[in-house]
């Protein structure tokens, strides 16, 4: 028998070709088999061009495959599930118009330190750089939003590439990870067995704490009369939540957190200040402008809740903690850094602080949780939104998921909602991204189908993704969106009001009838517009089986107070006048 190239073969040596030629796959088998081998169940993404060989391998697959209406809802949806979930959620995209539309959706994940793996197709090899159909410089667009990126040029790098895009996303500070593939490279064929383990040499991850600084911080909190716990994302993103209340409970230590931070320690507690910042508690705003140690946790000092760095804190020495050494004194001097893993950190911690009562400290506290408690006009005629938030938070007994869009809706479910336990409010609080309220409720729907979740939400931001309800509606994903609806950008026209003389430049625009659009999507559609109808309403909802869209017609003029003015001091809060007027 002779081979191709003229030369005898054995049919031993043919049988063992046909097992090469068996054991040979093609990228997109690979992409596939790597992703389930990295516990991939669910995944979010739209098709196209450069990706059908991958979506011809995804047919069959063991993978539950959400199809979004756009790719930017696809991202937000990978993003929230992760949140949800703790996993690393992934999107698949085409080349061009489909990498381009995940662009706000990778820096809401980024921002945010997220855990997501993008895959997007690119065309051929060949035709990179000659401006091919659809080709966009996705690596090149996406680099700045994303933790790390690549292109895979060989179909033996892979499997490789994938586990690490995986292992960058979920480790350190996480974040999303995108691997673009040309279309050439998911045809190619190679054989299963290329050495394709993970290998950085330049991603080292700290995840244990220096004993030393763990030490100076526990010397810190025992010494300290006043000091204040500063709470991130990052405690929720570590798993930490159990430790912080251990810390808090064993030091006896008051705790605030950024928005990001809700939910890491239970707000029910006596210790717990709320959140802090532009419109966080005036307490927790006054406590940390008076504390004498304020010791952050997962937390990197964003401008929404220092105020005016310069008086951020002014009589505060700083612990931090935190696994990304580049937040260390960004924004903020740092006095006793440690980094690594919050859980271990807090952990070591715990150990070596003791209780202390503070009786001034915590008398101090109480006062201004007296004076200046999150209020509106109970009496009022019209719909609060703040009513509303809280009738929710009452009916769901402070057990839902909640998602929000940017802006007004925001504020008042981060204020009125009481969150206890970690991952249950999803938002995008660094980037502040209008439109991620409803595919987020998606994905943390598909990641928790047995939760209730709602989406608080403003008529702007719902507007700008309610395509997504689609989605909702073909995989039955009970989802509840409740929109607070006063007809304006609220948030702008609260600036305008304040700042530009009562100038709305364009931030009203018209809206439809949310309920008809939702009924003629195929979700259930109720529109509230007499207080009176608030609680039934979310009853109703809250039975639905089906995707729901509330439209509650609220005050269309009502702000959101305290508010500390863009380079204000956190002390100077306007607004605590209203407040107290409000008893
Ligand atoms: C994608 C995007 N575009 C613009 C903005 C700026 N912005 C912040 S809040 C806001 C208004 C939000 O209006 P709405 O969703 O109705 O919420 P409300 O403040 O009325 O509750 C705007 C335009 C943004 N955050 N995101
Ligand atoms: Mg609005």
């Not at 997007?120 to 996406?142: C, H, K, M, P, S």
């Not at 600036?495 to 530009?500: S, T």
Request: glycine share 8%; charged share 25%.
């Amino acid at each position: 028998m002779k081979s191709k190239s003229g030369t005898q073969v054995s049919p031993a040596d043919e049988s063992l070709t046909a097992v090469r030629q068996a054991s040979l796959k093609t990228g997109a088998q690979i992409i596939v088999d790597t992703l389930i081998e990295q516990g991939v169940d669910t995944m979010f993404g739209y098709t196209g061009g450069v990706v059908l060989p991958l979506f011809d391998r995804l047919y069959d697959a063991p993978i539950r495959f959400i199809n979004p209406r756009h790719e930017q809802g696809g991202c937000h949806m990978a993003d929230a599930y992760a949140r949800a979930s703790g996993k690393v959620g992934v999107v698949v995209a085409t080349s061009g118009p489909g990498a381009c539309n995940l662009v706000t959706g990778l820096a809401t994940a980024m921002m945010d330190s997220v855990p997501v793996v993008a895959l997007t197709g690119q065309v051929r090899t060949e035709l990179i750089g000659n401006d091919a159909f659809q080709e966009a410089d996705t690596t090149g667009i996406t680099r700045p939003i994303t933790k790390y990126n690549c292109i895979v040029k060989k179909v033996e790098d892979l499997a490789r590439t994938i586990r690490e895009a995986f292992y960058i996303a979920s480790t350190g500070r996480p974040g999303p990870v995108l691997v673009d593939i040309p279309v050439d490279i998911e045809v190619a064929k190679c054989s299963d067995n290329v050495s394709a383990e993970v290998d950085l040499p330049g991603y080292r991850v700290r995840t244990k704490g220096n004993a030393r600084q763990i030490s100076l911080a526990a010397t810190a909190i025992n010494k300290s009369e006043q000091p204040v716990l500063y709470v991130g994302g990052g405690v929720i993103i570590a798993n930490a939540s159990e430790e912080l209340r251990a810390l808090a409970e064993k030091a006896h230590l008051p705790v605030t957190t950024t928005l990001l931070g809700l939910g890491s320690f239970d707000q029910r507690k006596p210790e717990s200040l709320d959140m802090l910042g532009m419109h966080g508690s005036a307490y927790a705003n006054y406590a940390v402008q008076e504390c004498d140690l304020l010791i952050a946790i997962g937390a990197r000092f964003d401008d929404r809740v220092t105020g005016k760095l310069k008086t951020f804190a002014p009589h505060a020495k700083v612990v931090h903690i935190d696994i990304d050494p580049s937040s260390i004194s960004k924004n903020v001097h740092v006095d006793i850094p440690v980094v690594g893993d919050a859980k271990n950190i807090l952990a070591e911690l715990i150990k070596e602080v003791e209780y202390c009562e503070r009786k001034s400290w915590f008398k101090k506290i109480a006062e201004w949780k007296k004076k200046y408690p999150f209020r509106y006009d109970r009496q009022a005629s019209t719909i609060k939104p703040q009513y509303v938030v809280e009738e929710l938070c009452r009916q769901t007994k402070s057990e839902a998921i909640v998602t929000t869009g940017v802006g007004q809706n925001q504020m008042w479910a981060a204020q009125f909602y009481r969150f206890i336990k970690p991952r249950q409010l999803i938002s995008s609080g660094g980037l502040g991204t209008m439109g991620y309220g409803l595919p987020a409720a998606i994905g943390a729907q598909v990641a928790k189908p047995d939760a209730t979740v709602i989406d608080i939400d403003g008529d702007h931001s719902f507007n700008m993704t309610m395509t997504e309800l689609a989605t909702a509606v073909q995989y039955n994903l009970p989802i509840k969106v409740c929109i607070l609806n006063n007809g304006y950008m609220g948030m702008v026209r609260q600036w305008q009001e304040l700042f530009y003389n009562k100038r709305y430049s364009n931030s009203s625009l018209s809206n439809p009838d949310y309920a008809t659009v939702a009924r003629a999507i195929g979700a259930v559609g109720i529109t509230v517009d007499k207080k009176e109808d608030v609680p039934k309403a979310i009853k109703k909802m809250l039975s639905e089986k089906k995707p729901c869209v509330v439209d509650f017609k609220i005050d269309r003029e009502e702000n959101v107070w305290p508010m500390v003015p863009a380079g204000k001091s956190l002390n100077e809060m306007d607004g605590l006048d209203i407040l107290e007027r409000l008893i």
